[in-house]
């Protein structure tokens, strides 16, 4: 066991090294010298050798990187060059919406994805089936924006039962009712999702179906109902929960639509505005720690599908 | 004849799936004969029947200048099929001789690979939003943007696929005959990805579909003045309140586009060899 831990440690820090180089070569990729695309045509040649300095960008490129990676594991991102401050705590601002909003949206994808992927692999065949199945394929087939611009629509302009956009954080004024501003936000970003776990739920949960140890209790004369619980769920689970590991991480880079839609002050916003704010340093940064969670969240999924399944082992 | 007769058996099974494939050919054909069969130029401007709703004379009702919302969609099918095939081509031509190389030499192969995986790590949307920084928003820069995303699970796929042939008995037999591989590339492996790739192609056309449509969104994807469904929604936030239908008609239409293709990508995979099918998902 720890032997199969430590070599997927191993694996993933090697991903993460190779990640990083292509994260670093970002700044060097993009056309023209980045320190004038920064800070535009009018900079004097003195405030030009000052932020190449202060970025690193007169030394030897290898330097270069060892420097960044060096400062990054020590949690150090650089600074943004628009809002003048750390990257990192730039992105710690945006934080708490982005966790927030990702943490809500995997509540409904749990209550909506999940039970209605079970009854659809319960009725499988039946009109009920095939009529949820289309209906996920369609909200899977839908943009998000459009869903949150129609939710805006209807339940902010129309019946002015919500918010429209932004969010006050939970620990200013109105506590936990400020979580009223996410409830849009959270079905949007949760309409596709909850529809590809609902399809996923129900292949997973036909295919556990099929195993010979379900004939074998049903035979036995297990009630029906326990045979789903016990036999055919619990496995089937195995593949839902891994999806979630990799779809919350995905969640936070798919915020990035949903949180320009909101107005929502997240990490998502944060990267669009930095695009447009040609603040490259911020770009980086979120890029990196967004792919340090996708890498961890795949870890501990390997992991735990591991401890989950024993079966794992034999491959 | 009879392949065609085949490929189309399973839309015939299914009401479903054949609305799909007609919706996705008149899709196509409003593509191509978008200025025969709009009403009006998409950019004429009329400023007296600016934001009015849909009437006789404008079905689908005008915008804030006072476009025609109908031709606008029309020739915009013009740009999504534009991203579409560009994304599916592009994944395709670094996709397949990509994983096929890979798996038939494994030594620089596991290389390759070990290089997917480092890709694979970053999100598809941080991933096209990193490579339109670096190439500049554009219609064409949106494909490669959303591309390098499918070349990823299209390489995959393709690996899994090829190693599999690989080890089969004809293969191998081929082989121990003294095939050189290119021959068997041609001959054994190539073709027995056409029909996997038809399906892959089907998701990952819808999935580009809905990406390049978010990059217009943000403003990062074809310039505004190319009409695209994704730019028609970004313009009509300002006027939801007031002018709704601008909001409806071009989302129904990425909507039914995608649906489409997902649809027809869901029939086709249930006609494959049930061996390749469990390698292929929706959710490409």
Redesign the interface.
């Known amino acids: 066991m720890w032997s199969f831990v430590l070599k997927r440690v191993m694996a993933m820090l090697v991903t993460l090294f190779f990640a990083s180089i292509i994260i670093f070569g970002f700044i060097h990729l993009i056309p023209g010298d980045p320190i004038y695309v920064m800070l535009g045509d009018m900079a004097t040649p003195d405030q030009a050798e000052k932020l190449r300095h202060s970025l690193g960008l007169d030394q030897p490129i290898i330097f270069q990187y060892l420097q960044w990676a060096g400062r990054a594991l020590g949690g150090d991102l650089g600074r943004s060059i628009f809002y003048q401050a750390p990257v990192m705590s730039a992105i710690a601002d945006g934080a708490e919406t982005s966790l927030l909003l990702a943490s809500i949206t995997m509540i409904w994808i749990l209550l909506i994805g999940v039970p209605i992927g079970i009854i659809a692999a319960m009725r499988h065949g039946s009109l009920l089936d095939q009529a949820l199945s289309g209906a996920a394929m369609l909200l899977a087939s839908v943009p998000t924006f459009w869903v949150g611009l129609y939710l805006i629509l209807i339940f902010a302009a129309w019946l002015g039962w919500l918010p429209s956009s932004g969010y006050p954080s939970i620990f200013d004024d109105g506590g936990l009712a400020n979580l009223r501003y996410l409830l849009l936000p959270s079905l949007t970003l949760a309409a596709p999702n909850a529809a590809l776990i609902l399809r996923l739920t129900r292949a997973s949960m036909l295919d556990v179906s099929r195993e010979d140890y379900v004939r074998t209790a049903r035979a036995k004369g297990i009630r029906p109902w326990q045979v789903v619980t016990r036999h055919i769920f619990r496995n089937a689970l195995l593949a839902v929960v891994s999806a979630f590991g990799f779809t919350f991480a995905a969640l936070l880079s798919e915020a990035v639509v949903t949180e320009t839609v909101f107005a929502l002050p997240g990490i998502g916003r944060l990267v669009v505005q930095s695009i447009l704010n040609r603040d490259y340093p911020v770009i980086q940064g979120i890029v990196l720690v967004v792919v340090v969670i996708y890498l961890v969240t795949n870890l501990i999924v390997d992991i735990s599908y591991r401890l989950l399944d024993p079966r794992v082992q034999l491959q | 004849m009879k392949r065609v007769a085949s490929w189309l058996a399973p839309f015939a099974a299914r009401p479903?799936a054949l609305a799909g494939l007609i919706l996705l050919v008149l899709v196509v054909l409003a593509a191509i004969f978008a200025p025969v069969i709009a009403p009006y130029e998409p950019d004429t401007m009329d400023p007296i029947i600016r934001l009015s709703p849909p009437n006789p004379d404008h079905w689908f009702g005008t915008d804030q200048f006072g476009r025609d919302t109908l031709s606008r969609v029309i020739f915009a099918s013009r740009m999504a099929l534009l991203v579409g095939v560009g994304v599916v081509v592009f994944a395709l031509v670094t996709g397949v001789p990509l994983g096929v190389f890979s798996a038939l030499f494994p030594r620089l192969g596991n290389v390759l690979m070990?290089?997917v995986?480092?890709?694979m790590?970053?999100?598809?949307?941080?991933l096209a939003?990193?490579l339109?920084?670096?190439l500049?928003p554009s219609a064409v820069n949106s494909i490669i943007a959303v591309g390098a995303g499918f070349l990823t699970t299209t390489t995959r796929i393709i690996y899994g696929l090829t190693l599999r042939l690989k080890s089969e008995t004809y293969v191998e037999a081929a082989r121990s005959m003294g095939s050189r591989t290119g021959w068997l590339v041609m001959k054994h492996i190539l073709p027995n990805l056409v029909s996997p790739l038809l399906v892959q192609a089907s998701f990952v056309f819808?999935f580009a579909q809905?990406a390049a449509?978010?990059l217009d969104?943000?403003?990062?994807g074809a310039p505004p003045t190319i009409p695209s469904w994704?730019n028609m929604?970004a313009e009509?936030?300002q006027f939801?309140?007031r002018a709704?239908w601008l909001?409806f008609f071009p989302?129904t239409m990425?909507?039914?586009t995608?649906?489409a293709?997902?649809?027809v990508g869901?029939s086709l995979r249930d006609r494959l060899d049930p061996r390749f099918r469990d390698m292929l998902g929706?959710?490409a």
């Open positions: 479903i070990r290089m995986d480092v890709l790590a970053f999100p598809s949307l941080l939003l990193g339109i920084v670096i500049g819808a809905l449509a978010s969104f943000l403003g990062l994704g929604l009509s936030r939801i309140t709704p909001l989302g990425i909507m039914l995608a649906f293709l997902n649809l869901d929706g959710e």
